[in-house]
């Protein structure tokens, strides 16, 4: 069946109105353009008020079109009908594509925007990967308005602490640009500088967003979006605060002190303010740079596994995240113990998890991947998911509640899976966002991020679910480590056995949910062949590793005991 196209009735007063706005609003910001072609560029006569109406208006146009769009396409059509699912995947597309416009008309403060969406975990595949396309660089501002910024925050004089500073940025991007320097001193270091007018752009734009995510939600109760500008709100001002970004980079560096294989830049505070950010320069790739990685040498599945393993640690151990772990901000240098090191760049945006809820999500993570619905059930009710909850699988590790192997999806359980969602909409993902607690949507956001990230890099998807696991474990059993707790198991005795004897305890439980993993995958194998098909598994998991005899030594036993573990 070939769909019509939507039509406008006259006779909508709530669609009058939004059209009306539009419309007006279109119009004012075409006048504006015209005269102003270049409205993008800091001109002195191009006010910030003019600037701000032309942004606004074209965003209330795109979610004018899109409001529109979404309820006359759908109307009269059954929620539970192929031919309703095939028309709002439709709907998703051209808004989506709309929205990506915008975005790359109004930059800044928008393409973030779009980069938020575009990392949620429940956002509509249309709009994901229509978004994920942007890019956040923008044209670099002359050296000259910089050096202002630079005259205002760190004194006339400040080029005197200088060998040199090089004009030409080495990178730029929606709130700020980056210049590399030489001190007096000898470091090399990266200078980041808040763009001068950024804060009263920012503010205003997310007046708009709230304005109209308000709006919509009035008048469509069914399309809210309220969580995510406020959950966005909230990141956009962490973000220009430079102060708050070095103090979240320099607790970070705490808690990864006895990583060898992680590296966080030193911050140099008497270069550093609110709109000014002196760091350590640190040269490397970025991480999905697979033509740098293979010119030196380093398997891609070493650094995602080692990727994997600084989230998870983040995560499950310190419960402290990095907010926003997209591939520009997590480079690969040439330089570590192993070939390379992971370079973790901006800290504007952090998020501290409750001690109850990180105890909480690493029994989880256990429940997901022992595929034990009931407690999954019971821990989604905790964290706000109510009737959700059974979707929780999906989210994390791939697979439906009801199926029986965490690592692995057949072809029977991807067409459930793709049914179940397609019961979704989008008002479900709406009231979901809503309910969980802000911790659980921040994991979800930097597990979305890295998930990406892995898929890039060609990378199974077992590497992350079977390290995650193993933090999980260990943060299950022990007390959350900070940058204290860490330097204390790297210098005292009695906090270094302590530390030891979690390790210990934790891989020993790691080991036993393998076993019981690759046995529940292996299920209607005759004894024998299950014996061998779980002992090769674990043999290569573990081949590297002096647990990998204590492995076998346990399997077994368990071969001969079973009741003695489980």
Not at 42 to 63: D, K, M, N, Y
Not at 80 to 92: K, Y
Not at 518 to 535: D, F, H, M
Request: charged residues 20%; proline residues 4%.
């Amino acid at each position: 069946m070939t769909l019509k196209p939507f039509n406008f009735p006259a006779k909508r007063t709530t669609t009058r109105f939004l059209l009306t706005a539009a419309a007006t609003a279109t119009v004012a910001a075409a006048a504006t353009q015209a005269a102003n072609p270049d409205e993008l560029s800091p001109l002195p006569h191009f006010s910030a008020e003019i600037h701000g109406f032309v942004r606004t208006a074209r965003a209330v146009s795109t979610v004018a079109s899109t409001v529109v769009d979404y309820e006359f396409s759908l109307r009269g059509l059954q929620r539970d009908s192929d031919q309703f699912r095939q028309t709002i995947s439709q709907v998703h597309l051209r808004s989506a594509k709309r929205i990506l416009k915008l975005c790359e008309a109004n930059k800044g403060f928008y393409v973030k925007a779009g980069q938020f969406v575009a990392a949620q975990r429940v956002t509509p595949k249309e709009y994901s990967l229509t978004l994920s396309a942007l890019q956040d660089q923008v044209a670099p501002l002359p050296y000259k308005v910089i050096k202002k910024v630079l005259d205002d925050n760190l004194g006339p004089n400040f080029s005197e602490m200088f060998l040199s500073i090089d004009e030409q940025p080495i990178a730029a991007a929606s709130i700020a640009q980056v210049h590399h320097a030489m001190l007096k001193s000898g470091h090399e270091v990266a200078i980041k500088v808040q763009y001068p007018w950024i804060e009263q752009q920012m503010n205003f734009d997310t007046r708009t967003m709230h304005f109209l995510s308000k709006t919509i939600a009035w008048l469509y109760p069914q399309y809210r979006f309220e969580w995510l500008s406020s959950a966005f709100s909230e990141s956009m001002s962490s973000e220009l605060d430079f102060v708050q970004e070095a103090r979240n980079s320099e607790r970070a560096a705490k808690n990864f002190c006895n990583n060898k294989m992680v590296r966080v830049p030193s911050v140099f505070w008497e270069l550093t303010t609110r709109q000014v950010l002196t760091m350590e320069f640190y040269t490397g790739h970025r991480i999905d740079d697979l033509a740098f990685l293979n010119q030196i040498g380093v398997d891609p599945e070493k650094v995602a596994k080692s990727l994997a393993e600084l989230f998870a640690e983040m995560i499950f151990v310190h419960g402290y995240i990095h907010g926003d772990p997209h591939p520009g901000n997590i480079l690969v240098s040439p330089e570590g113990c192993n070939g390379f090191s992971l370079v973790l760049l901006d800290h504007a945006v952090y998020r501290e998890l409750d001690e109850e809820f990180r105890k909480d999500f690493c029994q989880l993570w256990e429940a997901l991947i022992l595929k034990d619905s009931k407690k999954t059930m019971v821990l989604g009710e905790r964290f706000g998911a109510g009737k959700f909850s059974r979707y929780l699988p999906i989210i994390f590790t791939g697979t439906t509640i009801e199926s029986k192997n965490a690592l692995g999806t057949s072809i029977e359980e991807k067409v459930t899976m793709k049914n179940e969602l397609k019961s979704l909409v989008f008002e479900d993902l709406s009231s979901f966002m809503e309910s969980v607690c802000p911790d659980f949507i921040a994991i979800m956001r930097a597990d979305g991020l890295l998930r990406s990230i892995i898929r890039k890099m060609d990378v199974s998807r077992v590497t992350r679910l079977l390290t995650y696991t193993k933090y999980a474990v260990y943060g299950s059993l022990c007390p959350k480590l900070d940058g204290e707790s860490c330097k204390m198991a790297g210098t005292n005795f009695y906090f270094a056995v302590k530390a030891a004897f979690f390790s210990f305890v934790s891989r020993l439980k790691y080991l036993l949910i393998l076993i019981k993993v690759s046995i529940g995958a292996i299920e209607g194998i005759p004894w024998r062949q299950k014996v061998k098909n779980t002992l090769d598994y674990l043999s290569t998991k573990t081949s590297s590793d002096f647990w990998g005899l204590t492995v076998h030594f346990v399997f077994l036993i368990v071969c001969i005991h079973p009741s003695a573990l489980f």
